[in-house]
């Protein structure tokens, strides 16, 4: 039935830069869903890198403390607006929220919601949702990497590089794979060829695999190793930076560290040497909303296919109930586990 009932829903909230512990459990009255909305109940949250961040007050353009984090969810909808059809009540859903989505209940736009397949359970799901889209999209939509090329990626371990080395192998092109010596068996299965991250000399072991450069390096990482990362294209290679993971522990302004990638950037986009660099920007586009929301719906449809089909392998870190979402987010920030930590109710 449609929604005309308001709903408790248990929310975890980010009261200010606080440790994990410090995080804070709320209940609160949610009103019906209003036109154009659905109620969804949580089936699968997460913890990606983006609230790791968000927690140290460094993600470029997070809302000001206190709120509810979660950049993404899978649920189930339970109730309907005016002018939202009704047979989506009961039916399984992902969307990508940014924040909100560590609650037990949520309000989205039902334009923002994308079918789950049948057979695929939720955490499977959470765990292809952002770190899907950012994958399938730098793969195909940014660096348009084609078949038997060769790219590296940095922290294959992790939940976007576990999700990317999956999908490139699945396009025919070879990866190498940087991660810690304890998740180079992961990284083999997922067919990548894995470089220890902590050597020194990393960037000169993947020279020697790759001795006439690669066709793209995805890197989340920035800071001082962002040079070598461009160092390792080849003529007509394309780098692409979706992070400064290097700078999240240091104190100070959450936007100078952006501004700095953006120069260096746009000095080499500038450089005669027939390479690209890019910044890959999940929200890039969203002032066009009705297009942002079709490519988004048709990328994460491909890839929850793939999940569907068998040919990716979620990657599911651990689960932990919703209470204890401090515990989740160490867990993910220790850097000890291969996927994505996952959240139930």
């Known amino acids: 039935m449609n929604g005309t009932v308001a709903t408790r829903s248990t929310e975890v909230v980010l009261p200010g830069n606080v440790e994990p512990s410090g995080l804070q459990v709320r209940t609160r009255t949610i009103p019906p869903p209003a036109t154009g909305q659905v109620l969804l109940r949580m089936d ?53 929220t940014k924040t909100g989505a560590w609650a037990s209940f949520l309000l989205l736009d039902a334009a923002d919601l994308v079918a789950v397949p049948d057979g695929v359970t939720a955490a499977a799901a959470e765990t292809v949702v952002v770190n899907g889209i950012t994958a399938w999209q730098m793969l195909h939509r940014t660096a348009k990497v084609p078949e038997g090329a060769t790219i590296v990626v940095l922290g294959a371990n992790g939940g976007v590089g576990s999700t990317l080395v999956q999908l490139a192998r699945h396009a025919g092109i070879t990866v190498i794979g940087t991660a810690s010596t304890r998740h180079h068996e992961t990284v083999r299965e997922l067919g990548a060829i894995p470089v220890d991250y902590r050597d020194p000399d990393m960037y000169q072991r993947i020279q020697e695999l790759a001795p006439r450069g690669v066709d793209a390096v995805f890197d989340h990482v920035g800071g001082a190793g962002l040079k070598q990362s461009w160092r390792l294209l080849r003529h007509g290679g394309t780098l692409v930076s979706y992070g400064t993971a290097a700078t999240k522990d240091e104190s100070g302004n959450s936007q100078l560290p952006v501004l700095k990638l953006f120069a260096w950037l746009a000095l080499w986009n500038y450089l005669p040497n027939g390479k690209a660099a890019h910044f890959y920007n999940f929200w890039a586009g969203k002032k066009r909303l009705d297009a942002f929301r079709a490519r988004l719906r048709e990328d994460l449809t491909q890839v929850l296919a793939l999940l569907a089909d068998g040919v990716l392998t979620p990657q599911v870190a651990a689960e932990f109930p919703l209470a204890d979402t401090a515990a989740a987010l160490a867990l993910a920030e220790s850097r000890t586990v291969a996927g994505k930590v996952v959240i139930v109710p």
Request: net charge positive.
């Open 44 to 96: 699968a949250t997460g913890v990606s890198f983006a609230e790791q961040q968000m927690r140290r007050g460094k993600y470029y353009d997070q809302p000001p403390f206190p709120f509810v984090p979660g950049y993404d969810v899978v649920g189930t909808v339970t109730a309907v607006g005016p002018g939202v059809d009704a047979t989506m009540i009961g039916r399984r859903f992902a969307a990508v």
